[in-house]
C-alpha cells in the first residue's frame, strides 16, 4: 500500500511508482530492448495514468459520479461488508482490500466463498479414491487434508506473512493439471512416488523462483491477457462439465441436470437485478442456494452421504506412507511448475486488477508463487497434490464487489473447520453438482472479461500484437476445445501439451520476446551494419 506521503500525479505528470515510473517517457533509453512498441506502451501507461485525474485513485474517495469501479452516482460502491468504502470512521488512506469490518459481515462473505469452491477439493479427492482404488476410510483422510491445506493456503496468500503471500483475496485449492500429473506419476511408479514429487516439485520451485522473478518483465500486459482469456475459457469448460458430465458417459447432458444448472444460473441473475447492497453481494450465495432447494425439490438431492459417520476429522501425516523421491518420475511435475509460475503471474495481477489495487510484479508474484510452494510442500507430506492459487475466486470477487482480502482469509478458517467438521464435509458434498457448476460458469466466465479487459489496453490495434495474441489463443484453446488432439504422443509429452493454459503462455511469451525484442534489436544492427557500408 502506498504511503500516505506520496501524492497521485497531476495530468501529465509521471507517476512516481510502478513500472512507468521505472521507465520514464523523457529517457528514452531508459527501458532495456526498448523499440517503438515498448516506447508506445510505456507512453499509453502514462496517458492512462494522466487522464485518471477525471476520476479518483481507488484509495481517495472523489466526488459522487466519478466513482473509480464504474458505479452509477446513485450506486453506492460497497466495501468488502456492504458499506460504502471510504465510509466514517476508516483509517485515512486504507485501500478496500486492507479493510476489515464486523466479522459476522466478513464470515458471511467467506462463506460464499467456500460453498462456490467446496466442489474442487471433494470432486479432486473423490477422482483420486477412484483412479487409485483407495478405501473409504483413507478417503475421508484425504478430504479432512484437503480442506484443511486450502484453508492454511488461503490464509496465508490472504494475509501475507513475512515473504508469503500477496495479501490479495486468493483461495488455494487442489485439483487440474497437477492432479492429473499425480494421479499419472501414482499410477506409473506407485503413490509414494507421487507424494515424494509433489515435495520435490515444492523444493524445485523455491529453487527456480529467482530466476523465473528476473523473467517478469518478458509478462507484459498482452502475454498475461491472454494466458487469462484462456484460463477463463477453460474454467467455463469445467462449470459446464459439472452441469452436464462428460461427452460419452452415462448421464450426460441429462435434462433435469441442465435445468438445474440454467435454473441456478437465473436465480443468480434474478438475486442480481432485483437486490441492493449486501444482498446483491451475496447474489452468487443466494443462487446456489435456491438452486439446491429447486434440487431438494425435484429429488435430485441424495441425503445418505450425509448421515452417519464420526464428528470430528483429524489429518493424518504421510497416509501412504514414507515419500519415495525420484527425480526422473518427478520431472513432469516440475515442468509443469514453471507453467504454473506463469499461471500465478497472470492470477496475481489480475486479482490485484480486480480489487484496484496497484502491486509490483517482481516482488508480489514471487510471494504468490512462494506461498503456492509452501503449501503444496505441507500438502505433499498429507499425501495431496499440488496445491494451486485458484483463480476461481476472482470472479466471485468482480461479481460481488467483494474486496477486502479479510472475507478470504474467512473463507481459510472456514475451510479449516470445515476439514476437521465430518458433519460439515458431509453436508456440502450433497450439494448436486450441476448446482455448482450453475454458479461455477457465471463466475468462471467474469474470469474471461477480465482477460479481455487486459488484452484492450495491449495495443490490439497493432498488427505484431493482434497476431501474438491470435497464435496463441489458437494454440492454446486448441487442447480445451478439442479434446484429445495430442493423444498419439508419448504420456509425459502429451501431459505438458494438453495444457492449454500453460501452451498459450509459452506461445504468447516466445512471440512477445521475438516480435518485440529480438526483431527490433537485429533490424537496427542491420541498418547501422549498411549505414557504415554507405560511408
Not at 473423490?126 to 483413507?138: E, I
Not at 500477496?166 to 492429473?180: D, T
Not at 458431509?426 to 487486459?454: D, K
Request: aromatic share 6%; proline share 8%.
Amino acid at each position: 500500500m502506498p504511503s500516505s506521503r506520496q501524492r497521485r500525479p497531476r495530468a501529465g505528470e509521471p507517476p512516481t511508482s510502478g513500472p512507468a515510473a521505472q521507465y520514464p517517457a523523457d529517457e528514452p533509453t531508459a527501458l532495456p530492448y526498448q523499440n517503438a512498441d515498448t516506447r508506445e506502451t510505456v507512453n499509453s501507461h502514462l496517458t492512462q495514468t494522466a487522464d485518471s485525474h477525471e476520476r479518483p485513485h481507488p484509495q481517495s474517495h472523489g466526488p459522487e459520479g466519478h466513482r473509480p469501479d464504474g458505479a452509477r452516482p446513485d450506486e453506492a460502491r460497497p466495501d468488502a461488508t456492504g458499506a460504502a468504502a471510504g465510509g466514517e470512521g476508516d483509517p485515512p488512506g486504507v485501500h478496500p482490500v486492507d479493510e476489515s469490518r464486523p466479522l459476522g459481515r466478513i464470515l458471511l462473505f467467506g462463506i460464499q466463498h467456500v460453498l462456490v469452491m467446496a466442489a474442487t477439493p471433494i470432486s479432486a479427492i473423490f477422482l483420486m479414491s477412484a483412479t487409485l482404488g483407495l478405501r473409504a476410510a483413507l478417503t475421508v483422510d484425504l478430504l479432512s487434508a484437503a480442506f484443511v491445506l486450502s484453508g492454511v493456503g488461503s490464509l496465508i496468500q490472504s494475509l501475507g506473512p513475512w515473504k508469503f503471500g500477496p495479501r490479495l483475496p486468493f483461495v488455494m485449492l487442489p485439483g487440474g493439471a497437477p492432479l492429473i500429473l499425480f494421479l499419472a506419476i501414482a499410477e506409473q511408479h506407485g503413490v509414494r512416488t507421487a507424494t515424494g514429487a509433489v515435495v520435490l516439485t515444492a523444493v524445485f520451485t523455491f529453487v527456480v523462483l529467482p530466476v523465473f522473478s528476473r523473467l517478469l518483465a518478458y509478462f507484459p500486459a498482452l502475454v498475461i491477457g491472454t494466458m487469462i482469456v484462456i484460463v477463463g475459457v477453460n474454467l467455463v469448460k469445467v462449470g459446464a462439465v459439472l452441469v452436464m458430465g462428460q461427452p460419452g458417459s452415462p448421464g450426460f447432458a441429462d435434462p433435469t441436470n441442465l435445468g438445474l444448472g440454467m435454473a441456478t444460473i437465473g436465480f443468480t441473475i434474478a438475486f442480481y437485478l432485483l437486490s441492493s447492497g449486501i444482498l446483491r453481494q451475496l447474489s452468487v450465495m443466494l443462487g446456489l442456494f435456491a438452486g439446491t432447494a429447486l434440487a431438494a425439490a425435484v429429488g435430485a438431492i441424495h441425503g445418505a452421504g450425509a448421515m452417519g459417520g464420526g464428528l470430528v476429522n483429524l489429518p493424518h501425516l504421510m497416509p501412504f506412507g514414507s515419500p519415495e523421491f525420484n527425480l526422473v518420475a518427478a520431472l513432469p511435475l516440475m515442468l509443469y511448475s514453471l507453467a504454473s509460475m506463469a499461471e500465478a503471474t497472470g492470477q496475481t495481477v489480475i486479482n490485484a486488477e480486480a480489487v484496484g489495487k496497484k502491486i509490483d510484479q517482481r516482488t508480489d508474484v514471487p510471494k504468490t508463487v512462494r506461498a503456492d510452494a509452501l503449501t503444496s510442500l505441507f500438502g505433499g507430506f498429507f499425501g495431496l497434490p499440488l496445491m494451486v492459487t485458484s483463480g476461481e475466486n476472482i470472479g466471485i470477487v468482480r461479481v460481488t464487489g467483494v474486496r477486502s482480502r479479510f472475507v478470504t482469509a474467512a473463507a481459510g478458517v472456514v475451510l479449516i473447520v470445515i476439514g476437521f467438521l465430518a458433519p460439515v464435509t458431509r453436508a456440502i458434498s450433497v450439494i448436486p453438482t450441476a448446482v455448482v457448476g450453475g454458479t461455477a460458469m457465471v463466475v468462471f466466465a467474469v474470469i474471461t472479461v477480465l482477460g479481455i479487459q487486459m488484452l484492450g489496453r495491449s495495443d490490439l490495434d497493432k498488427h505484431t500484437s493482434t497476431f501474438i495474441c491470435a497464435v496463441a489463443l489458437a494454440l492454446g484453446l486448441l487442447p480445451i476445445l478439442v479434446p484429445g488432439v495430442y493423444g498419439a504422443f508419448p504420456p509425459n509429452v502429451r501431459i505438458l501439451l494438453e495444457s492449454g493454459v500453460a501452451v498459450g503462455t509459452f506461445t504468447a511469451a516466445v512471440l512477445n520476446i521475438l516480435f518485440h525484442h529480438v526483431r527490433p534489436g537485429v533490424a537496427a544492427r542491420l541498418t547501422t551494419a549498411r549505414t557504415e557500408s554507405d560511408r
